[in-house]
C-alpha cells in the first residue's frame, strides 16, 4: 500500500472592540461612535503551515503464524526551515501465534498464545508556525527582538521497541497481556528560555535533548458466566521508568519554578533544599550557619540540610528531591453477580510519585496575611514543640525557598466506583409496559487512600496550587426501558 | 491499464512537485529582520534609539505582566539601592506582601531573589537595544539609502552610546564582572557564546569608551534638541563622565570635569529643592541634568508607576533615614511625610492626585547638579582641598536652608547652618556622607555610595542587618547562571 498526503492550513483573524459606550442604549453600540482612541482595539493575526506526506506499508502473514508488517512514511513540514523539512519514519512489527503451531494446536486449555514485537519510529512537529525564524515586534514605532530564530530546528522523533506476550486460557475467559516497551524521544521539541542577558525575548524553541521512558505492563481479565453467580475481574499494572538520556550541549539543565531537568534524572524532577526540621533555639542556628557571621534566621524557621557542609545554605545546597512522573500506576476493576443483583468496582492508584504542593505554602507556610487552616494549630511556637511545621510569621520563616518540606508523597489508592445494581425485572413481571427495569446506587470516590495532604492527589500539576479536587458522588437510580 | 498509469505517475509527480512549492512560502503574519532590512524606513532607526531610553523608565510591566516573583514589574532601583541601604523600607506597615524585598532590607536574599533578575534584566534589555541602534546607525548603507545626514546620525548614535554606557554603569556597580554585549545577536545560539562574564575593569573601559564617543557627538546646549528635552545632552555626558571617575576614585578627572560643566553655565541649584521633582517644573528647572520623561496617557504606556506601588503602601521610609534629618530641614517632608504616609518626591508633587496613579507624569530624575557638586566636594575632599570641600558642601546646605517648608514658610534662622572651615578630612566626610543622604534621600543613590566609601558593611552591621564582605557585589541572578548552562559563573560567597 502507498499513498500520499497533503495538508494545507492557512488562519486568519481580524477583530475589533471598544470600551466606554456613550450611550449605553444598543443603537449606540457601534465600534466608531464617541469616546477618546485609548478606548479603541483592533487586531488581526495571519499564520499559515503546510504537511506532506508520502508513506507505504506491507503485510505479510504466513498461515495465520507468522506476521510481517514493515511501513515507512516520509513528512515534510514547512514549521522546519527548508534545509530541515523532511522527516523519515520506518516501523516493522512480527508476529507468531504460536497456539497455531502443530505442537500446541491439539492443547485445548490453551487457546490463543502470541509473541509480539516491534519497533518504530514517529515524527513530531507540533511547534508554532515559524519557529525556527527570528522575529521582531512592533512597540509604537520601535522594532525589537521578540524571538531569536533556531535555523537548525528539526523534528522531533520517537522510537518505541516494544515485545509482547498474549496468552488465553480456557476459551479466552482468562486472558494475559505482557509487555516491555522502551521508548526513546530524541531531539525534543522544547521551548527554551535564553539568559536575559540577550534581552526580553521569548523563548526559542531547541531539539533540547532526548528522553527514555521504558516500563512493564501487565493485565489480566477473567470472566466466569457459566453458572448463575458470575464473577469478573479486570487488571492492569504498569511501571514507568522516565529518564532523561541527555539535553542539548548549551543547556546542561532545563530549571522551571521549582523543577530541574537534567541528564540521569527524571524529566521536570522537583530541584531545591531539603528540609531537615525547625530551628529550635539560636545555638542551633548558629552552629549550623556556622559559616554566616549573623544569620537572620531565627528558632522557629525552617531548617534546611546543609549539603556541602560549609555552614552556609545558599544555591549549592540544591538537590533533586522528587519525581513527579509516576514509577507504578495499577487499576482492577471487579464484576459480581447473581440473578437479578450486581455488583462492580474499580481501584484505581498510583505508587511512587511525588507532587509539589504550594497550596500548602500559600496556606499554611506563607509570609503574606491569608487566611490559614486550622493546620497552623501545628506551627512551631517555642523550643520543643514541634520540629516539622516553622512558625507562623509574616516574616520569612524559610518557606519562600523551594524545598522538599512542600514535597509530598502522591501515592494514592483511590475506590473510583462502585455501583451495586438489582433488575426488577426479575420480581416484578416485565411483560407489556417495559422491557426493563433496574434500580442502582452508585458512589464515585468514595474512599481515597493518600499521605498527600493537597486537595487531590490524581492532579498532574507539576506546581499543584490548589487543583480543584474531583468531587465524591453518591447516586441512587433508576434506569427504566420501555 | 498502461494508458492510466501513464498519466497517474505524471500526475501524481505534478501534483507532489506543487504541494512541494508550498512548504517553503514567505511567512505571513509576523515581522522579520529580514522583512524589515529589505525596506528600512526612518521610523526604524530613530524608533530604535528611542527604544533604548525606555528601560530607564518606572513605567509598569514592560517586560512580563505583573512579574513580581522576577522582579519584572518595574525597575528596581528603589529595591537595590534605598531599601538595601537602610533608607526605605518596603511598606509602612509590615506585611508578608513581595517577602523578596525584604530580603534586601534584611540581607537574607540568595540568588534566586527577583530584585537582581529584575535589575539584570531591565539592563540587559536596554543594552539589546542600544545595540540595534548602534548597529543600524553604523551601517553606512543604510544611512545613505535612508538620507539620514552626518548630523541627525551623529546625534543618534551618541545617544546610544551613552545609553550603553548608563547600562553597563548599573550592571558593572551591582555585580562586578558582567557579560559585554556590543553588537545584536544574528540567531539563538549566539546567545550562548556571548554568554560569559567580562571582566570588570574591560567593561568599564567600554563605558568610558562609548562615553567619550557620545561626547563627541552630542550637540552643545544645555538640551540637546529644543522640542525633545528630554534627550541626552552634552551636560548629561560629561556628568556621566565624571561618575564614572568618581565610582574609580579618579578625583582630579573628578575635579576637571565638573569644572568643565560648570564652565558651561547650563545648570545651577534651582533656588527650591522641590523645582527638582515637580511636574510642573519639568524642563524649565536649571538642575536636572538628566531624567526619564514620563508622558502619561501614551499607548504604548510611557507613564510613571511606581506611584502605584506608593498607593499600595510601599516607599516607606526607614526610622533611622528620618532620624538623619537635622531640625526643620524642609528636604525632610518633601521627600517623605510620614504623618501623612506620602512620597512627594516620588509624586512629583506635593499633593497626592499621584498616590496610586499607574500612570504618572512624575520624571525619574537620574543626575541633578545638586549630586554633581557632592561629588565634587568628596574629589576634593580626597585631594586635600578642604576648603573647597566644605564650600560645595555649603552651596547644597544653602539652598536647603533657603527652600520654602512645604506649608510655604522659611526654615527658622540657624537650622541647617554652614558648616564651619575644617581641615579634617574624616569629619568633612562625615558631612558629606550626611548631606548626600537627606539632599539624595530616596533617588537610589544611597547603597551605591555605602559601597563605594567602604562604609556598607559597618553601617549596616550596625543596623543590625547581616551583611557580610562578599555583599559587596550583589550575586549574578540564578536564573542566568541556570539558563547559560553555567557559562556564567556566580560571584564569591553565593
Known amino acids: 500500500m502507498g499513498g500520499t498526503e497533503y495538508i494545507q492550513n492557512r488562519a486568519s483573524s481580524i477583530g475589533a472592540s471598544r470600551a466606554r459606550f456613550e450611550y449605553t442604549q444598543p443603537t449606540f453600540q457601534y465600534l466608531d461612535f464617541g469616546g477618546t482612541a485609548q478606548d479603541l482595539w483592533n487586531s488581526g493575526t495571519a499564520s499559515e503551515w503546510a504537511l506532506f506526506s508520502l508513506f507505504g506499508s506491507a503485510n505479510y502473514n504466513f498461515q495465520n503464524k507468522y506476521f510481517v508488517t514493515a511501513s515507512l512514511r516520509a513528512d515534510a513540514s514547512s514549521r522546519f526551515s527548508p534545509d530541515n523539512q523532511w522527516g523519515y519514519f520506518p516501523s516493522v512489527s512480527v508476529g507468531w501465534r504460536i497456539s497455531q503451531e502443530s505442537f500446541l494446536k491439539e492443547a485445548n486449555w490453551l487457546s490463543d498464545l502470541k509473541l509480539r514485537a516491534s519497533t518504530g519510529t514517529l515524527g513530531n512537529q507540533e511547534i508554532d508556525n515559524y519557529a525556527y525564524l527570528t522575529l521582531l515586534r512592533k512597540s509604537g514605532e520601535q522594532y525589537l527582538i521578540s524571538r531569536y530564530g533556531n535555523p537548525d530546528l528539526k523534528w522531533e522523533s520517537t522510537r518505541q521497541d516494544n515485545i509482547g506476550l498474549d496468552i488465553g486460557f480456557l476459551k479466552n475467559k482468562l486472558n494475559f497481556t505482557f509487555d516491555y516497551f522502551k521508548k526513546t524521544t530524541s531531539d525534543i521539541l522544547l521551548p527554551i528560555s535564553l539568559p536575559a542577558l540577550v534581552g526580553n525575548v521569548s523563548a526559542t524553541v531547541v531539539n533540547a535533548g532526548t528522553v527514555m521512558n521504558k516500563g512493564f505492563e501487565a493485565s489480566v481479565n477473567y470472566d466466569n458466566t457459566a453458572n448463575a453467580f458470575t464473577y469478573g475481574i479486570s487488571a492492569n499494572i504498569a511501571t514507568l521508568k522516565n529518564e532523561v538520556v541527555k539535553l542539548h550541549p548549551n543547556l546542561p539543565n532545563l530549571t522551571g519554578p521549582v523543577t530541574k531537568t537534567e541528564a540521569g534524572h527524571p524529566l521536570n524532577s522537583y530541584f531545591g533544599y531539603v528540609m531537615e526540621g525547625i530551628y529550635q533555639n539560636t545555638s542551633e542556628i548558629s552552629s549550623h550557619l556556622h559559616g554566616v557571621s549573623s544569620p537572620s534566621q531565627v528558632p522557629g524557621d525552617i531548617r534546611f540540610k546543609d549539603l556541602n557542609g560549609d ?96 514535597v509530598e508523597d502522591a501515592s494514592y489508592l483511590r475506590l473510583k466506583n462502585i455501583e451495586l445494581g438489582y433488575d426488577l425485572g426479575k420480581v416484578v413481571k416485565s411483560g407489556n409496559v417495559f422491557q426493563n427495569c433496574r434500580l442502582y446506587v452508585s458512589a464515585q470516590n468514595l474512599f481515597t487512600v493518600t499521605k498527600y495532604t493537597g486537595l487531590d492527589p490524581e492532579s498532574t500539576a507539576l506546581i499543584d496550587q490548589g487543583t480543584y479536587p474531583q468531587s465524591r458522588n453518591l447516586m441512587l437510580g433508576i434506569n427504566v426501558r420501555f | 491499464m498502461k494508458a492510466i498509469y501513464q498519466l497517474i505517475i505524471p500526475a501524481a509527480l505534478l501534483l507532489t512537485m506543487g504541494c512541494m512549492k508550498n512548504l517553503d512560502r514567505d511567512p505571513i503574519g509576523l515581522l522579520t529582520p529580514q522583512q524589515v532590512n529589505t525596506d528600512p524606513q526612518v521610523g526604524t532607526v530613530t524608533g530604535a534609539v528611542n527604544s533604548s531610553y525606555q528601560m530607564l523608565s518606572s513605567t509598569l510591566n514592560l517586560l512580563g505582566n505583573w512579574d513580581w516573583p522576577r522582579g519584572l514589574v518595574l525597575r528596581n532601583d528603589f529595591i537595590i539601592q534605598d531599601i538595601a541601604s537602610g533608607d526605605m523600607q518596603k511598606k509602612w506597615n509590615p506585611d508578608g506582601d513581595q517577602a ?196 502619561p496617557e501614551q499607548t504604548p504606556r510611557n507613564g510613571n508607576g511606581i506611584c502605584a506601588l506608593a498607593g499600595w503602601g510601599f516607599i516607606a521610609p526607614t526610622t533611622n533615614f528620618i532620624n538623619e534629618f537635622e531640625a526643620n530641614d524642609p528636604r525632610l517632608l518633601y521627600t517623605v511625610d510620614a504623618a501623612a504616609q506620602n512620597v512627594y518626591k516620588i509624586f512629583g508633587e506635593t499633593g497626592t492626585a499621584n498616590k496610586g496613579n499607574e500612570d504618572a507624569a512624575s520624571n525619574k530624575v537620574y543626575i541633578r547638579w545638586a549630586d554633581v557638586l557632592l561629588w565634587k566636594a568628596e574629589a576634593y575632599n580626597e585631594t586635600n582641598g578642604y576648603a573647597n570641600a566644605v564650600t560645595y558642601i555649603n552651596k547644597i546646605r544653602t ?95 553565593y
Not at chain 1, 494549630?377 to 520540629?387: D, F, H, I, K, V
Not at chain 2, 547581616?466 to 553555567?486: A, V
Open chain 2, 399 to 493: 539652598r536647603a536652608r533657603q527652600t520654602p517648608t512645604i506649608t510655604g514658610g522659611t526654615v527658622p534662622a540657624g537650622s541647617i547652618a554652614d558648616r564651619p572651615a575644617s581641615s579634617n578630612k574624616d569629619e568633612i566626610k562625615n558631612w558629606l556622607v550626611h548631606e548626600r543622604r537627606v539632599e539624595l534621600g530616596f533617588e537610589s543613590h544611597r547603597f551605591n555610595d555605602l559601597k563605594r566609601w567602604g562604609i556598607a558593611k559597618a553601617f549596616l552591621t550596625g543596623l543590625g542587618k547581616s551583611f557580610q564582605d562578599k555583599h559587596y557585589l550583589y550575586p549574578i541572578p540564578q536564573g542566568e547562571i541556570d539558563k547559560s548552562g553555567g557559562s556564567i559563573t556566580q560571584n564569591n560567597g
Open chain 2, 100 to 295: 523578596w524585598m525584604d530580603q534586601f532590607s534584611s540581607w537574607s536574599f540568595t540568588a534566586d531573589n527577583g530584585g537582581f533578575n529584575g535589575q539584570w534584566s531591565y539592563n540587559y534589555e536596554g543594552i539589546s537595544r542600544c545595540n540595534m541602534a548602534i548597529s543600524y546607525l553604523t551601517d553606512d548603507a543604510l544611512m545613505s539609502k535612508l538620507s539620514i545626514d552626518n548630523a541627525s546620525r551623529n546625534y543618534q548614535l551618541g545617544q546610544a552610546y551613552f545609553l550603553r554606557a548608563f547600562y553597563y554603569f548599573d550592571l558593572v556597580n551591582a555585580f562586578g564582572d558582567v557579560p559585554l554585549l556590543l553588537k545584536p545577536l544574528k540567531n539563538f545560539s549566539e546567545a550562548y557564546e556571548v554568554s560569559k562574564r567580562t571582566s570588570k575593569e574591560e567593561v568599564y573601559n567600554q563605558v568610558s569608551t562609548d562615553l567619550a564617543a557620545a561626547k563627541g557627538l552630542i550637540p552643545a546646549g544645555k538640551y540637546s534638541n529644543a522640542t525633545d528635552k528630554w534627550r541626552i545632552s552634552q551636560g548629561a555626558v560629561l556628568a556621566m563622565q565624571a561618575k564614572v571617575a568618581l565610582f574609580n576614585q579618579k578625583w582630579n578627572d573628578v575635579i576637571t570635569i565638573i569644572t568643565e560643566l560648570e564652565g558651561l553655565g547650563y545648570y545651577s541649584l534651582n533656588s527650591n529643592y522641590f523645582d527638582n521633582f515637580s511636574i510642573a517644573k519639568e524642563y524649565a528647572d536649571n538642575e536636572v541634568i538628566f531624567a526619564y520623561n514620563h508622558v
Open chain 1, 311 to 406: 555552614g552556609i545554605i545558599n544555591d549549592d545546597d540544591r538537590t533533586h528531591i522528587g519525581n513527579p512522573n509516576p514509577r507504578l500506576m495499577y487499576g482492577a476493576n471487579f464484576r459480581l453477580g447473581y440473578k437479578g443483583l450486581d455488583l462492580s468496582f474499580l481501584f484505581q492508584g498510583a505508587e511512587g510519585v511525588e507532587r509539589y504542593n504550594d497550596l500548602k505554602k500559600i496556606i499554611d507556610y506563607d509570609s503574606r496575611p491569608f487566611n490559614h487552616t486550622v493546620a497552623t494549630l501545628g506551627a512551631w511556637n517555642g523550643e520543643g514543640s514541634t520540629n516539622t511545621m516553622p512558625r507562623s510569621t509574616f516574616q520569612d520563616n524559610g518557606s519562600s525557598y523551594i524545598s522538599s518540606i512542600f
